[in-house]
């Protein structure tokens, strides 16, 4: 059943889809191209209020709810996959703040969260798939942590100001913990220079004897991997939410072209082939969103939806590329033109399949839960 | 500052149709939005009210339904809203409405400056503000692309597109505003959860202090006596060559032939 | 005393705006008896009678003051009020130009009478002024009355009539002396003219419009050339105002200039509303368009189906 949104929610996503039609989404291929956010794009952005969406009301945010945020990213996607892949990433992290963190942190870092990015770091160079293997420590000197170690391939590396980072707090014992840029021991590390979401820097930190309290241990000590396990959720949700946008960002331009381009005297979209390619596009993007809807509805009733989540970013990703594949087809040599914005597209959706969890590990995650129904 | 800003609702678009049979305009069922040109003068409020503190109060006059406009300017930041909706009103001109207009700014009280669009995009007149400021007893500057606070004075420059003008007002004062004069800000998240925390207070004919000749149609000198699609006229259509070249050696006889080379 | 139609001359700073001229020779056409009488206020040293009256109204009212040099919307409707109360005209006549529109409702609102705005075309039916007037962006045409009250009052568009001098025309010049204005008003600080565009459409006889069909770096570069080699302006249609060349200055059309040249060529101009209405005035008009169902063909006296490169392009080789 179609969503109802309350009249709050309706004027909120209508400027959101006017926002992004008129300052995001005539700069998608500059964004692309130059493989950043070109200068005040970003800034408009925060001025506009777009990330305090989902901060609640007594922290000075506008206190909207899961389902309409994630349809605010999708919207924006639309225009942009980079700038949408952006608020996912801050989103999640304050998600787990207000889950997991103190009121001192809280109120330390929430009155700034509507205008500075929030970012969550877990893997590191020397990665694998076992978050035991992690070498980022937090050891305790007296009543402080104090923080070792770096984290790479974070979303919003460099952009944001803020960090939620996992760190090992005993051999067997994960924990996370939140630092800034302006703690003595921070350092930003490089950028990554991804083929896709060029405009999201992805980038790297480094932690040098970074000394906190207990204040900025989020959750309780060992809880890191629960805490990670959150973090994937809520961002699967908006990722799911990233890919049915781009999968409508690649429908519009494939119909249209469809319906302008013509050989001979008839319009390519009148032929079967061209029909049979829109309309897989149209199923993969309607079964995405249906499935990203559905773990938003169930985060919003406070029930649990992390397998839920984890299908729509596992389902979405490889249906997304394929959809951007097709209609690159449907543009012809048009749509391998870098030029036209469905090659970047492809790229974009790609990035999904690995970040957040890769589809493989996914796959293992949505088959281990209904082995264990 | 206590500034009122004057706001219309217009049709989602300008692409009216006619009824085939009755030719009658077709209105039914278009949505509304705030004209564009007033999104400017909610904005130059609201940045005069940043400049020099004060507050922003939104005024309309239309059907109860014009409150949602009213909620648009409120969630881009404007104070409080009021709303002038009453049958007393219906069939009003541009007489009428800006009388009744000044009435409910006399009602709101100390108000400072009044600020309205340069024009509805429906009607196009653009007469409401003078006919307010008349109203009103006070001097305008209309077409304003710069507005500057200046102790109990306003310096505004008015762009007359032949002519730059800029005005020293005195205060209280009526100014429209050109689109040229700002970039509107968008509706922000906080402040739209904000507007619909706002009353909008709904005044009708008996909560103004108004003169019933001036109402309505009764109060309207002009009267709409006839609406029609424009006519097409059509010229002759002589088609040139379909070579580029003897188009062109045709092109340039005929303009021989009038005299223009 | 003879009913009139007044007209109030619009004073640029250093010209009469030419829809005074226009107004006149409109307002004889359609007078019917009535007296085209146009109300003059200036500074004295400025004389603008003497143009004016080159167009034949019947008489003109000079009011003369030092305020008049740079004067406010206030001080200029206080005295329109004042003469307008003392002779009683049947029908006020402003330019719909910013300040004749930003002065006439002040006159309006003070005479508690009707204001059409930003008229297309009016005409007498014995003494009711029928004014038609464009809403919903051009889409509508109204007829507009003001049945029981006088004047009837209406600004009209510039460059909807052709203006038109009478040779040998003498008309009566009546000085009238008018009280200064009181009560607040604005003080106006400055006034510039502003630098029209060196390629100024709205005043050039012949005039390029250029669409998008006609677009590309080349097509404008071209467009140029010819433009200059015949004595013609380039303008443009609405979605050229993007590009780097070009502002809503070279724009034809309702929400840009409308044109009234002696010879206009489209190329590329599909022909929306919103273009046709700003052209309507043009003397002959010859468009290129690709498509032969575009919409600015109806409007044409010739017309040329086919790519309007290839035609720029013979036409300027033809011009070498």
Redesign the interface.
């Known amino acids: 059943m179609a969503k109802q949104w309350t009249p709050q929610e309706q004027m909120l996503l209508r400027m959101t889809s006017e926002f992004t039609a008129n300052e995001i989404a005539p700069l998608d291929l500059q964004i692309d191209h130059a493989g950043r956010y070109p200068d005040g794009l970003f800034e408009q952005v925060v001025a506009t209020g777009f990330l305090s969406v989902m901060l609640p009301h007594e922290f000075g945010g506008a206190g909207f709810g899961p389902e309409v945020t994630a349809e605010v990213v999708r919207r924006v996607a639309e225009g942009n996959a980079s700038m949408a892949a952006t608020l996912e990433g801050h989103y999640k992290t304050v998600y787990q703040m207000l889950k997991y963190g103190t009121p001192a942190l809280q109120a330390k870092y929430f009155p700034t969260a509507g205008q500075r990015i929030f970012g969550f770091g877990m893997t590191e160079p020397t990665g694998g798939s076992n978050p035991m293997s992690i070498r980022t420590t937090a050891v305790r000197q007296g009543s402080d942590w104090v923080l070792n170690g770096n984290k790479i391939m974070i979303t919003n590396g460099g952009l944001a100001e803020v960090y939620c980072v996992l760190a090992k707090t005993g051999p067997q014992e994960l924990s996370v913990f939140v630092v800034d840029q302006d703690m003595p021991g921070f350092a930003f590390g490089k950028r990554e220079n991804f083929i896709g979401l060029r405009g999201t820097p992805v980038g790297e930190i480094f932690m040098n004897d970074v000394r906190v309290s207990d204040d900025y241990l989020l959750g309780k000590v060992g809880q890191g991997g629960e805490i990670g396990d959150s973090a994937h959720d809520d961002a699967r949700i908006l990722m799911g939410a990233v890919l049915t946008g781009i999968m409508d960002h690649a429908l519009g331009l494939a119909t249209s072209y469809a319906k302008e381009r013509k050989a001979g005297s008839t319009p390519i979209g009148e032929l079967g082939s061209i029909q049979r390619k829109l309309a897989d596009i149209a199923m993969g993007r309607e079964t995405t969103r249906l499935l990203y809807q559905n773990a938003a509805a169930l985060h919003a009733a406070g029930q649990p939806y992390s397998e839920e989540a984890t299908m729509a970013k596992a389902y979405g990703s490889r249906t997304a590329v394929a959809a951007c594949d097709d209609a690159l087809q449907v543009f012809g040599g048009y749509g391998y033109s870098r030029d036209y914005p469905l090659a970047h597209l492809i790229a974009d959706a790609r990035a999904l399949e690995i970040a957040e969890g890769t589809v493989e590990k996914m796959r293992a995650a949505i088959a281990a839960a209904e082995l264990a129904k | 500052m206590k500034i009122v800003v004057c706001i219309k609702q217009v049709?989602e678009s300008?692409?009216?149709k006619f009824d085939p049979v009755t030719h009658n305009?077709m209105r039914g069922g278009m949505s509304g939005r705030i004209n564009p040109f007033d999104k400017n003068a909610i904005e130059a409020a609201l940045r005069l009210r940043d400049a020099v503190g004060g507050e922003v109060a939104l005024l309309s006059m239309g059907p109860d339904s014009t409150a949602e406009i009213l909620r648009d300017g409120l969630a881009m930041g404007a104070d409080s809203a009021y709303l002038l909706s009453s049958r007393a009103f219906a069939g009003a001109?541009?007489?009428s409405t800006?009388y009744v207009l000044a009435q409910a700014v006399r009602q709101i009280g100390n108000v400072d400056l009044t600020l309205l669009g340069r024009?509805a995009?429906?009607?196009?007149?653009?007469?409401?503000?003078?006919?307010m400021?008349?109203?009103l007893?006070?001097?305008?500057?209309?077409?304003a692309t710069q507005l500057t606070a200046n102790g109990n004075q306003l310096?505004?420059v008015?762009?007359?597109?032949?002519?730059?003008?800029?005005?020293?007002?005195?205060l209280p004062?009526v100014i429209t505003v050109r689109a040229e004069a700002n970039t509107p800000r968008y509706e922000t998240p906080l402040h739209i959860q904000q507007s619909f925390e706002k009353q909008v207070t709904i005044w009708r004919d008996t909560d103004l202090d108004l003169d019933p000749e001036k109402l309505g149609q009764k109060g309207?000198?002009?009267?709409?006596?006839?609406?029609?699609?424009?006519?097409?006229?059509?010229?002759?259509?002589?088609?040139?060559p379909?070579e580029?070249?003897a188009?062109?050696?045709q092109?340039?006889v005929?303009?021989q032939q009038?005299g223009?080379? | 005393m003879t009913e009139a139609i007044w007209i109030v001359a619009e004073r640029?700073?250093a010209r009469i705006?030419p829809v005074t001229f226009q107004l006149i020779t409109k307002a004889k056409a359609i007078a019917k008896g009535k007296k085209v009488v146009v109300v003059l206020l200036e500074a004295p040293d400025q004389q603008f009678e003497q143009a004016i009256s080159e167009y034949g109204p019947d008489e003109i009212l000079l009011g003369q003051n030092v305020a008049y040099a740079q004067a406010?919307?206030?001080v200029m409707?206080g005295a329109l009020t004042t003469l307008a109360r003392e002779y009683q005209p049947n029908a006020v006549l402003f330019g719909a130009?910013?300040?004749g529109?930003?002065?006439?409702?002040?006159v309006?609102?003070?005479l508690?009478?009707?204001?059409?705005?930003?008229c297309l075309d009016f005409f007498y039916e014995d003494d009711l002024l029928?004014q038609v007037k464009?809403?919903?962006?051009?889409?509508?045409?109204?007829?507009?009355?003001?049945?029981?009250?006088r004047p009837q009052m209406a600004s009209v568009r510039p460059n909807t009539f052709a203006a038109e001098k009478v040779a040998g025309a003498m008309p009566a010049i009546t000085p009238v002396e008018v009280a200064q204005t009181t009560?607040?008003?604005?003080?106006?600080?400055?006034?510039?003219?502003?630098v029209?565009h060196a390629t100024g459409i709205a005043s050039a006889n012949?005039v390029l419009a250029l669409g998008r069909g006609a677009a590309t770096p080349a097509d404008i570069a071209n467009a140029r050339e010819i433009a200059s080699r015949?004595g013609a302006s380039v303008g443009v249609s609405r979605p050229l105002t993007d590009l780097p060349d070009f502002t809503v200055e070279q724009q034809i059309g309702q929400s840009g200039t409308t044109i009234a040249p002696?010879?206009l060529?489209n190329l590329g101009v599909s022909g929306a509303?919103q273009f046709i209405?700003g052209m309507?005035q043009a003397?002959?008009?010859?468009s290129v368009n690709r498509d032969a169902q575009a919409p600015i063909?109806?409007?044409?006296?010739?017309?040329?189906?086919?790519?309007a490169a290839?035609?720029i392009?013979?036409?300027k080789?033809?011009m070498n």
């Open positions: 049709p300008n692409n009216v305009l001109d541009t007489l800006g024009q995009v429906d009607a196009d007149t653009g007469q409401v503000g003078p006919i400021a008349v109203n007893n006070q001097p305008q500057a209309t077409y310096t505004v008015r762009d007359l597109d032949s002519l730059t003008q800029t005005v020293e007002l005195p004062a309207s000198p002009t009267v709409v006596r006839k609406v029609y699609a424009p006519e097409a006229k059509t010229r002759a259509q002589t088609a040139l379909s580029p070249a188009a062109v050696d092109l340039l005929i303009m009038h223009l080379i | 640029e700073p705006n406010s919307d206030e409707a130009t910013p300040l529109r930003s002065i006439a409702p002040r309006q609102a003070a508690q009478t009707g204001l059409t705005a930003d029928v464009p809403s919903y962006g051009d889409n509508v045409m109204c007829e507009i009355t003001c049945p029981d009250r009560g607040p008003q604005g003080r106006v600080v400055d006034e510039t003219v502003r029209s012949k015949l002696d010879f060529l509303t209405v309507t003397k002959l008009v010859v063909f109806a409007q044409s006296d010739y017309t040329f189906t086919g790519d290839a035609f392009t013979a036409l080789q033809r």
